[in-house]
């Protein structure tokens, strides 16, 4: 399918939202199919808070298949004989741009010498790496969960750049619930006395903390509904509960499982601080208090996804986006998908989805 | 108010659903209110996973008011002028009654020595209690959350031991979002290095993980609504985002004190045990499957309340057991109430809640 991994250093330093700037930054990125001659027909994938480039090729340390191959490829919604997919691994991450593990200045890791970033300072990473490539305007920009933030950043803050804006199972802002959750994780890590205050390169990571982070986040990525119908309360490799606490429950099975996978491939600094960016989000907050102001004047065409059983972003959160898009004016179209999986409906099979993407990309 | 503080030792040791025996049972009590001459006038109310016996007595670490001041007293509609409320701590917890941290035969604390315990087990020492104070029927069993497992244990197995039976925000059986949440928690102690395969009595305490544990089940607590009304995007004593990991969010400054709060006062080691025990509970399952078997030839009346903001255990499950004592041809009344704090409405102010224990208490 003609992909590509490339990293570019960025020609200047990155201002942040925080004040300062990053000094040298690396973006990460692969590239999927061709680009036109007009340079009109590029796509931005904008992955999720542990998602990566690997969009649809396979993952460097698990050999895993890419995060969207369902919907990434030749003939598929998101058309590779037809569109240019660039997806950028986010700064912060690990996965090859610049964050808390990458080298500072000094030689030795930023660990939490890294600056508190935010989804708005990620997308002038992606702005930055679409100057260096020529792309004025995008086809589309599309994201899910935190990708869907940076799409609406992107949109509300440089929105000559995308002629079409789809947002999939997100939200303007963090809600104290999200919040929590973060905090939660983010806790879960510092407990671990492996971190050792973010210094830990070179030495144990902190494994414990960061897989108890993941099974908090994992809950909130599916339904009650979802897990119950996988689960239920079904026992894991045995006939009878075994009166000791192992995993006895397929659930506490499987998310010891999660747990445990995730910290073979993520930092969990970089985990502190793409969480901290998402709950700084408030795009209102950022243009003035008025959601509707972030969009004023665009042209920009945008769609709304969201799905019935989310209940980490549900429904609400993309009316309450559709209803400051109508109040600005914007062109917008909005659909619940209804799906059983709950927020994490955007990477699984649900036909609706694609057709809907497909349909919007045109 | 006439309030007692009691210990007793069972006469004789509490055979356990996982098999065998605890030898030597203490079970940790208060009473409030006169036991009647013909002793029936008693109500045993079944304390939460984090609750104790201290309803309306000051607790005896923290010096905060009991648990439920407000439900319990003279006048109150659970009124000691009228009857004599008794709460014991459960077996497996850590306010007196047999538990992890408590000697085993050799001298030493059990630690992770103690047996896995279940809902049913807590009951039967409870039954213990009840047999040696000379109380053959209770006027009423009532308790809410863990409680309420314990109360419908009790009307089950021991079924001519209470009349009425009350049971608040509860549930038949721990779902496997619910198991999720306690797995969560449990494995965060358990990555706690001072956990220590549970052999830290004398030294230093997991506190770190079982703070962590505590948040996770604090958020579980209190409905999205409530956490968005009390808290919101609300900053901490601070006019900005401090572009940093200090608790920026008010969300965030409580749930680091729920969590570093609740580790004065409870033990990691009990945290776990009671956890499964709430994890095992299937009270169908106890029964041959069907939930109505349960309660075949009950004499009792029962009372289900459940809160509409409750998604720990939602009006689904009460509906659940209600549908089976029906079933069983049982007296039931259930009234579902509307109060937006979650699962945490049954110990806050809710007059409608007030209303619906003293009618029921006659």
Redesign the interface.
């Known amino acids: 399918m003609n992909a590509r991994s490339e990293t570019l250093v960025l020609p200047a330093p990155l201002p942040l939202d925080?004040?300062g700037e990053l000094a040298r930054v690396e973006v990460a990125y692969e590239t999927y199919g061709a680009l036109n001659e007009d340079r009109s027909n590029a796509i931005l994938l904008c992955h999720a808070l542990t998602g990566d480039q690997y969009v649809a090729s396979p993952h460097p340390i698990t050999g895993k298949p890419g995060w969207w191959e369902r919907m990434v490829g030749p003939g598929k919604p998101i058309d590779t004989d037809r569109f240019h997919v660039i997806c950028a691994n986010v700064i912060g991450s690990c996965m090859g741009s610049t964050g808390p593990a990458s080298e500072a200045s000094d030689g030795r890791p930023y660990a939490?010498r890294f600056?508190?970033i935010t989804i708005r300072d990620m997308v002038r990473a992606h702005v930055g790496l679409l100057d260096a490539l020529g792309i004025e305007q995008l086809h589309a920009v599309v994201g899910g969960s935190m990708g869907g933030m940076q799409a609406l950043s992107l949109a509300a803050n440089w929105p000559e750049r995308a002629s079409r804006v789809l947002v999939i199972a997100s939200t303007s802002?963090?809600?104290?619930?999200n919040?929590?959750?973060h905090?939660?994780g983010?806790?879960?890590v510092?407990?671990?006395?492996r971190w050792n205050q973010g210094d830990y390169y070179g030495g144990e990571a902190p494994d414990?903390?960061l897989?108890?982070a993941r099974?908090?986040a994992h809950?909130t990525y599916l339904s009650?509904e979802a897990?119950?119908g996988?689960?239920?309360?079904n026992l894991q490799d045995r006939d009878a509960?075994s009166?000791?606490?192992d995993?006895d429950?397929q659930?506490?099975s499987y998310?010891?499982y999660q747990?445990s996978g995730f910290t073979q491939r993520f930092d969990a600094n970089s985990y502190?601080y793409i969480t901290?960016a998402m709950?700084?989000f408030?795009l209102a907050?950022e243009h003035g208090g008025k959601l509707a102001d972030a969009f004023a004047g665009t042209s920009a065409r945008f769609c709304l996804v969201s799905f019935d059983s989310d209940?980490l972003y549900p429904t609400a959160e993309s009316r309450h986006v559709v209803h400051a898009l109508n109040a600005a004016g914007a062109a917008v179209s909005f659909v619940e998908l209804s799906a059983p999986h709950g927020h994490d409906s955007f990477l699984l099979d649900v036909p609706a989805l694609d057709r809907v993407i497909g349909g919007f990309l045109g």
């Open positions: 925080g004040g939490m600056p508190v802002r963090h809600s104290a619930q919040i929590a959750f905090e939660l983010r806790q879960a510092m407990a671990d006395p414990s903390g897989a108890v099974m908090a809950i009650e897990l119950t996988k689960f239920g309360r509960k009166f000791g606490f995993a429950f659930v506490e998310l010891r747990g502190l901290r709950d700084y408030d907050e209940w």
